[in-house]
C-alpha cells in the first residue's frame, strides 16, 4: 500500500515537473506591457554599456593627459613637483570628503532623536513581481541617498523588511551600514506603543495633510504598480484603525494624470517641506514636470529656468544614488 502510494506521488511530482505543453496565452495588455519591460530592460542594458565606455574613454583620456603632463617637464625636479602637487590635490580632496561624510553622520545621528519620523512599508512584496521589487530598492536608495544630502534629515524606518525584499536590499554593497531603522516587523508591531501618532499616508484619505507634526508618524506605502491595487494602502489603515492623509497636491496645481506617486518622490516631498515649510515649492520642485498638468504660468516658467538651469549640472538623482554607492560607511 505504502509502495503504491510513493509511487503515486511520485508520478504527481513527474507531472508537475514537466514544462506545459500548452504554453499560458498572455492578454493584450499584458502583452503589451511585456514588451514594453523587454524594450524598457533592452534600453537600459544598452545605455549601460555606453557609459561603462564612455567612462573607460575618459579614464584613458585624463591618464594620457596626465602622461603628456610628466613627459613635457623640462627638468626631473620640475617633474617631481607636479606629483607632489597632485598628490596634495588628492589629499586636500580626500579630506573634504571625509569632513563632509562626518557632518553627514552627525546630521543623521541628531535626525534619530529630533528628525521627521517617515516609514516605509514593505508589506507588499508578495503582490510584486521581482522588477518591481528592484524598481522600489532603487528608490529606496534614493530615499537614503536625498535624506542625506538634507540640512535637517528625518528618521527614515524600513518597516516589514523580509523575504525576496529583505533579500534584494542586502544585496546592495553596505546596506548594514546605512543609518536607518531596519524592522522585519510590521510598523504595527515595531511602534505598537506610538500606534496613535501612525497616519499612513494615502491619495484615497478624505483628510488633508496641511501641515507635519514631528509628533506625527508618516507612513509611505512601498508598492510600486498601484494601479493593480487601487484603495489598498487606504483598505489596510483602516482595517488597522490608524489615521490616514493625503498631500495637498490639488491645492497647488493640478496634475496632469493620477496623484499617485512614487515612493521616493513622497518622502522626497515631505523631506522639502521640513525644510521649506512650502507645500508649493515642495511639489514643483520634486514632481516632475510631465506629470503637471495646468500651472500657474509664472510659476512654471521660474520652475522651467530652473529645472533648464541644472541641466548644465550632473544628474542630481544619479548622483545621489551614485553618492550612496561610494559612500556606504555611514
Partial sequence: MEEEKETKQ????????QPNSQPTTLSKNASKKLLKQQKWEAKKAEKKAQMKEQKKKEGERKRKEWEDKLSSCASEEERLKLI??????????????????????????????????????????????????????QQIIYCYAVNGRCASPGHLWLTGCRGEMENQLQRLPGFDKWSIEKESQSYIEALQDQKENLVYLTADSETVLDELDLKKIYIVGGLVDRNRWKGLTMKKANEQGIRTAKLPISSYLKMSSSQVLTVNQVVEI????????????????????????????????????????????PSEKKRQCDEVSSTQQN
Fill in 270 to 313: 515631505l523631506l522639502k517641506f521640513v525644510e521649506t515649510k512650502d507645500w508649493k515649492t515642495s511639489f514643483f520642485q520634486v514632481i516632475p514636470q510631465r506629470k503637471r498638468g495646468e500651472t500657474d504660468p509664472e510659476e512654471l516658467e521660474r520652475v522651467d529656468r530652473e529645472e533648464l538651469e541644472d541641466e548644465n549640472e
Fill in 10 to 17: 511520485n508520478d504527481q511530482n513527474t507531472l508537475e515537473n
Fill in 84 to 137: 607632489e602637487s597632485r598628490r596634495e590635490l588628492r589629499k586636500e580632496r580626500m579630506g573634504k570628503r571625509a569632513e563632509e561624510k562626518e557632518e553627514k553622520t552627525q546630521r543623521l545621528r541628531k535626525a534619530k532623536e529630533s528628525g521627521q519620523n517617515i516609514v516605509i512599508d514593505l508589506e507588499f512584496a508578495d503582490l510584486m513581481t521581482n522588477i518591481e521589487i528592484r524598481s522600489l530598492v
